[in-house]
């Protein structure tokens, strides 16, 4: 008889993430999880920068449209916002039961990526 320690060496373990060739679908569900952490910690550093401004009365230099790291913390948040929307809408015609083919799960990816990034550009078009 096998001793646990003797099992457990001789199975197979895990294959990682350097074993499988990038696919669309995990780099947009890796892309879905970064976004969610992004909108967090982008939205709550935005309030405090906003609370900040309006209580001690910075000047207009410290205004989130006014200096570069603020206008990209927003680009970026709106980016991260309209993306996971977006990718979330398709999880739920997944919840569903629709568009689990191949074919069908590459299309929408890259559905979600591309109309991600012009409704972005579109939403910072209209408000500027």
């Given at each position: 008889?096998?001793?646990k320690q003797e099992i457990h060496a001789k199975r197979p373990t895990s294959p990682h993430?350097?074993?499988y060739k990038p696919q669309i679908s995990s780099s947009l569900s890796i892309l879905h999880r970064m976004t969610g952490v992004a909108?967090?910690?982008g939205l709550a550093i935005i309030c405090w920068w906003m609370v900040v401004i309006q209580f001690h009365g910075f000047c207009d230099c410290m205004a989130l449209n006014q200096c570069l790291i603020g206008k990209l913390s927003l680009y970026a948040v709106s980016y991260a916002s309209i993306y996971h929307?977006?990718?979330g809408i398709r999880h739920l015609f997944w919840d569903v039961g629709?568009?689990?083919s191949i074919k069908?799960?590459?299309y929408s990816g890259w559905l979600v990526f591309a109309l991600s990034i012009k409704l972005t550009i579109l939403f910072w078009w209209?408000?500027?």
């Open positions: 008889m096998k001793s993430l350097s074993i909108m967090f910690f929307f977006l990718n629709y568009g689990f069908a799960v590459d209209l408000v500027v």
